[in-house]
């Protein structure tokens, strides 16, 4: 009666530590799933691509009745505004040309357009500047296009760079204006190379600041929409039933890879044990005789 007890005992335990591995492997299934999926669009293809153009705008100024340094502060301010948008779609053909058409429905520019892939697995990233007063409405109706698989906005504020930059254009500006007013007062010819390098060097300096304070002008003030559109179709759910088979047959397997082992180690110690006390058995003998 007590080896019955002990062996259901045993038993318990063994049937306890299936159920318990079962479990895990279906957690696990859920959370694998989960991952790959989000993983399939984790990488940002724009993050990717350099010298891409940057856009900025403005907030709305405040009206004339509010205190006009305050206005002046308003006036001032710069963000850039970025979403992005990733989607799928089983028609890429037909939403390929929905984005643009809606694109340009909004007045909106693409910037910069990049197609890869073959037929069933194409992709299209599209870089669009669209008006700051349209882009909520726009980035809502792109929604709608394919499937959407993540959607993002991010807004950082370029108040302090702008005023970077015009401080710095402003400082250069002095400076060639006093290396203007040297050259003209002649002098050796070693001085006067060394000064008209020094102009074209903060010359160049000068239209690089200007290419970057045109991002900020007004006409070209555009927040971002980074748009990508990959072919084919969703993938579908998978079933309990389907993760309960998989987790079955994978608990089965290293469960029986478990018990063995379990079994081997036990006979390995249960020999180990038999050949000391064997030889506890033989150094006894050889002393008493």
């Given at each position: 009666m007590k080896l019955k007890q002990r062996f259901w005992k045993i038993a318990r335990w063994f049937i306890a530590l299936f159920f318990f591995m079962l479990i895990c492997?279906?957690?696990?299934?859920?959370?694998?799933?989960?991952?790959?999926?989000?993983s399939d669009y984790a990488s940002d293809f724009f993050s990717s691509v350099e010298n891409i153009r940057k856009n900025y705008a403005s907030e709305k100024k405040l009206s004339r009745t509010d205190v006009g340094v305050q206005a002046n502060i308003a006036s001032s301010q710069k963000y850039e505004k970025t979403a992005t948008v990733?989607?799928?779609?089983t028609q890429f053909d037909k939403d390929a040309v929905t984005i643009k058409n809606t694109t340009k429905d909004f007045e909106g520019v693409i910037q910069y357009e990049q197609n890869t892939g073959n037929k069933g697995t194409r992709e299209i990233h599209l870089l669009i500047g669209i008006n700051p007063e349209k882009f909520d409405n726009f980035y809502t109706v792109i929604q709608g296009i394919g499937k959407i698989n993540s959607t993002e906005i991010t807004k950082i504020d370029k108040t302090n760079e702008y005023r970077q930059l015009n401080a710095k254009k402003a400082s250069l500006e002095k400076t060639l204006l006093s290396l203007n007013e040297l050259r003209s007062r002649g002098g050796a010819i070693n001085d006067y190379v060394s000064?008209?390098?020094?102009?074209?060097?903060?010359?160049?300096?000068?239209?690089?600041?200007?290419?970057?304070?045109?991002?900020?002008?007004?006409?070209?003030?555009?927040?971002?929409?980074?748009f990508?559109?990959?072919?084919?179709?969703?993938?579908?759910?998978?079933?309990?039933?389907?993760?309960?088979?998989?987790?079955?047959?994978?608990?089965?397997?290293?469960?029986?890879?478990?018990?063995?082992?379990?079994?081997?180690?036990?006979?390995?110690v249960f020999i180990i044990l038999l050949i000391i006390d064997r030889l506890k058995i033989l150094s006894t003998l050889t002393k008493t005789s």
């Open positions: 492997r279906l957690i696990y299934g859920y959370v694998a799933t989960d991952i790959i999926a989000s990733k989607t799928k779609s000064l008209h390098d020094k102009i074209l060097e903060i010359e160049t300096r000068l239209q690089e600041l200007g290419v970057e304070l045109g991002n900020f002008d007004a006409e070209n003030e555009f927040c971002t929409i980074r990508s559109l990959f072919e084919g179709a969703a993938k579908k759910g998978i079933s309990f039933l389907s993760r309960l088979k998989t987790a079955t047959e994978w608990t089965i397997q290293y469960y029986s890879i478990l018990a063995i082992s379990l079994v081997c180690i036990s006979l390995s």
